[in-house]
């Protein structure tokens, strides 16, 4: 196999997609044929310039963006807005914003993807990196854990750290742990939190575990919420906790060992969601709503028999290997 077919054949393994750009050009129905051949086997999509210019479509990291030299003037202008690797068809020569540059013809271009068509059937998910595993992560929700809950808070001045989540983070690194924020934020969903707002609490939180000598190394948060009018409540229904989406984002990036992994959470719902994503520690940090939180708990024990957590009365409680 050609290394450009290879390079096809990792793209639909992380999941991306073929995308062929509909501008300037009239051999593109050539070119997209023997995808369409494959009975939606290799995921392709076709877009107008203006759709990305727009805003109406976007693209991935892990996409593959293919150009035919009639359109490389349409690619400058969507330099901006275009995520994904860019392959240049027909050429021998890349540019500052093209990544491959293949002189393929289109009977090779047709052989390529039968090639490929072999292959698809004993296709895995590909490993980012080749020593896998990866090390632990220790997963904090925010408010009530890293900083005093606020209901909604968009003001900067009124962000607290919790009593002691600097050793407990500093700890963390020192034997070597990720660590990273999942937080539900319903608040940019209802439209009660501007972005601008979250931002500003976001970074100061940040700024006071940096004055502590601690840090955070990925963030992700949930704005849905259960059919909330704002557009931004309606999607990414799977990053909200007791949905696993957020921490899987943190897996499949940090390449985290779960089960090694840490969920300290001050809600039910933090620790379903951990468990849910494989994650092998699982702790309910006591607060004001501990007790009824262990109802839920209990509850969903039951019905689960391997859920096990348990309840930390302050961060000194929860010992990471």
């Not at 020569?93 to 004993?122: G, H, M």
């Not at 190394?217 to 999607?235: C, F, I, K, L």
């Not at 909200?240 to 039910?268: E, F, Y």
């Not at 939180?293 to 509850?299: A, I, Q």
Request: with cysteine.
């Amino acid at each position: 196999m050609m290394q450009w077919e290879t390079l096809i054949l990792e793209t639909i393994q992380m999941g991306g997609v073929l995308v062929f750009l509909e501008d300037q050009t009239g051999e593109l129905d050539a070119w997209a044929q023997p995808l369409a051949a494959l009975s939606g086997k290799v995921p392709y999509v076709r877009r107008k310039a203006a759709d990305f210019l727009s805003g109406k479509f976007h693209t991935r990291p892990e996409d593959l963006i293919f150009v035919l030299p009639d359109q490389e003037l349409v690619l400058a202008q969507l330099n901006p807005v275009l995520q994904g690797q860019r392959v240049l068809l027909q050429s021998t020569q890349a540019s500052e914003i093209v990544d491959y540059a293949w002189p393929c013809d289109l009977a090779a271009w047709k052989q390529a993807f039968e090639n490929i068509r072999a292959s698809l059937t004993n296709m895995a998910a590909l490993v980012p990196f080749s020593e896998g595993g990866g090390k632990p992560c220790l997963f904090l929700d925010r408010d009530d854990v890293v900083v005093k809950n606020v209901p909604y808070n968009r003001d900067p001045a009124k962000v607290e750290l919790t009593e002691g989540i600097e050793n407990l983070i500093n700890q963390a690194h020192d034997k070597g742990y990720w660590v990273a924020l999942v937080t539900n934020q319903s608040g940019l969903g209802r439209g009660l939190i501007s972005w601008r707002e979250y931002q500003e609490v976001h970074q100061q939180m940040l700024r006071l575990l940096a004055q502590k000598g601690c840090w955070i190394d990925e963030s992700v948060w949930a704005g849905y919420y259960e059919q909330e009018a704002v557009p931004a409540g309606r999607r990414y229904a799977g990053l909200r906790k007791p949905r696993n989406g957020m921490l899987q984002m943190v897996h499949t990036k940090l390449m985290v060992d779960m089960k090694k992994s840490v969920m300290v959470g001050d809600s039910a719902t933090d620790l379903v969601a951990a468990f849910g994503a494989g994650v092998g520690n699982l702790y309910l940090l006591a607060t004001e709503k501990t007790d009824k939180e262990l109802e839920f708990l209990k509850e969903y024990q039951s019905r689960h028999p391997q859920f096990q957590f348990e309840v930390a009365k302050s961060f000194e409680k929860i010992p990471l290997a």
